[in-house]
């Protein structure tokens, strides 16, 4: 119980007619980077907005650390949202103030003396290495810098969860890639759990530990990210790319191994067609294969891969799904 | 010979009426702005905080009759607003006309146009920036002056810029009522006497009030856009 970060259960919240969030229950452990994805207007955003109390929600409750948040009491809410940082798409910083001072901003407002400010501000910079832009304004930035202050503000209240809303939605690829790692850094050294909400696979597979994925306001599935890949719910199948009825297995080779596809064509004298390739976290240790293999070897695939404890399930074809 | 009568003339005429008449319109623009940039910021203040859509704490029942009051206020010809108030005038100030008398409906007029326009100087900001000091766990009073205050800072001395420039407009007309000042000045002894020299001069001094208080304005705005 007490390495839970957040658990949300059973909440629902609707606008109108329409019903945005619909029973959502999920546990976020501590030290977690947890991805939310799922199509736009699929909930993911309220969701987040429900976790600092930014969005009230009609039914079910949300826990942070224990505490639960009732958005009636606005005090309770304001030391919640004081352990909770947030980094936002569009990178919200102030244009009037220059980086040293937009980090300092919520420290500012919450009274901390100059000097605790002067020290996190500069430590927090120093992190997310834009010493030398300190007084640079947010309009000479580029959008990856100022992401990167947004995220040193965020953490200047040592938060205890960091909130990401498509955080690297507005970026190119590579700049994208540097502020995944920079989060991922972050983690490996704080233990600060993360809610990273997106609307690419790409971000969930790079970064995070464990995953959900929202249809219609639904939470259509969730786990440990390595797990979901394996078992390629029909959801996950719905945000890939490919839309192949063939493949019938699914792979997850950790830690390099993924010399041991060859091994296993070698042993069994297999013809596979491989569907699909993906890495999963930065690193690209982990891979993850979507293949067909004839279906009479499929259930000796089994009991190879099982022998060897590799991670693999096999898949329906989409039209079985969708039935 | 001409030339220098000229200048006599236009000298005893400038010592005589139209430099008193200057320092009355300062005055009137002076404490008409004063009095209209504090009540209309305190309006303002508390539009934002109630506007439906956009308010830090929405309230249609306090912000629909401050916005049908000072859309009301800002549609009447100034000349009827002060006509209109003359009753009013007198009875809180025992008199009618004068430069005392014409503050009460140069500012009447002026406070909710202020406060219009320092309103949507403030709902400019990017409604994310609030979003994100919510987050940060900022209340609606440090929103208001941390960020909408702070950020609007330009856009607000853009409007007071031109607020100013309506008021000296104004106080011309109030002239036509008894307050004094340019106007008057220009009307009753330069239009309605047939005293060209006087009437251009009360224009052209206009103008050149103006321009200062654009200039004025134009430079506090670029400095507080600062470096950003």
């Known amino acids: ?323 | 010979m001409l030339k220098k009568e000229f200048v006599d003339i236009w000298m005893k005429y400038f010592e005589q009426l139209i430099a008193p008449a200057i320092f009355v319109t300062l005055r009137l623009v002076a404490v008409t702005m004063l009095i209209c940039m504090c009540c209309g910021f305190l309006l303002a203040c508390l539009m934002v905080l109630t506007h439906p859509s956009k308010g830090l704490r929405p309230n249609k029942k306090i912000y629909a009759p401050l916005s049908i009051i000072a859309n009301s206020v800002r549609s009447f010809p100034f000349v009827l607003l002060i006509v209109t108030l003359a009753p009013i005038t007198r009875f809180i100030l025992g008199t009618m006309i004068g430069e005392v008398a014409a503050i009460l409906p140069l500012s009447v007029g002026g406070i909710p146009f202020v406060a219009r326009l320092l309103e949507n100087a403030m709902l400019e900001v990017d409604p994310q920036l609030i979003e994100m000091s919510r987050s940060f766990g900022l209340s609606d009073g440090e929103i208001l002056i941390r960020v909408i205050l702070k950020e609007s800072t330009p856009a607000i001395i853009n409007s007071i810029t031109l607020a100013t420039i309506n008021c000296v407009g104004s106080t011309a007309m109030a002239g036509a009522v008894g307050a004094g000042g340019l106007g008057a000045v220009a009307l009753s002894y330069g239009f309605y006497s047939f005293n060209d020299v006087v009437l251009y001069t009360c224009v052209i001094i206009t103008l050149i009030i103006v321009q200062i208080v654009q200039l004025i304005g134009s430079v506090l705005y670029h400095r507080s856009l600062g470096k950003q």
């Open chain 1, 1 to 323: 119980m007490m390495d839970e970060m957040i658990i949300i259960d059973g909440v629902s919240k609707e606008y109108g007619e329409l019903k945005v969030l619909k029973d959502i229950h999920l546990h976020i452990q501590k030290g977690a980077i947890c991805g939310i994805i799922g199509q736009s207007g699929a909930g993911k955003s309220t969701l987040l907005r429900c976790i600092n109390g930014l969005e009230k929600f009609d039914s079910g409750k949300i826990l942070i650390d224990g505490v639960e948040i009732s958005i009636e009491n606005k005090r309770a809410v304001r030391n919640i949202r004081r352990e909770i940082g947030m980094v936002f798409q569009n990178f919200s910083l102030l244009e009037r103030l220059n980086v040293y001072e937009n980090v300092a901003f919520p420290m500012k407002s919450w009274g901390y003396s100059k000097k605790e400010i002067d020290q996190r501000v500069k430590e927090l910079i120093g992190l997310v290495e834009l010493t030398d832009k300190m007084d640079a304004y947010p309009k000479h930035l580029s959008g990856g810098q100022k992401q990167r202050v947004a995220i040193a503000r965020a953490l200047t209240m040592e938060p205890k969860i960091l909130l990401c809303d498509e955080a690297t939605s507005a970026l190119d690829p590579k700049t994208s890639e540097s502020i995944l790692k920079l989060l991922k850094d972050i983690n490996d050294k704080t233990g600060i759990t993360i809610i990273v909400v997106a609307h690419q696979l790409s971000v969930i597979r790079d970064i995070c530990t464990h995953m959900a994925i929202l249809e219609n306001g639904y939470l259509a599935s969730s786990g440990k990210t390595i797990e979901v890949f394996v078992n390629e719910p029909a959801a996950l199948r719905r945000l890939q790319a490919y839309k192949s009825n063939e493949a019938n297995l699914s792979i997850v080779f950790q830690e390099n191994h993924s010399i041991e596809l060859s091994q296993m064509i070698r042993d069994l004298n297999l013809d596979v067609n491989i569907i699909d390739m993906q890495h999963i976290g930065m690193d690209k240790k982990t891979v993850h294969y979507t293949v067909h293999v004839p279906n009479e070897k499929l259930e000796t695939c089994m009991k190879w891969l099982e022998k060897k404890k590799i991670y693999a399930s096999r898949l329906k074809g989409m039209e079985q799904i969708d039935a």
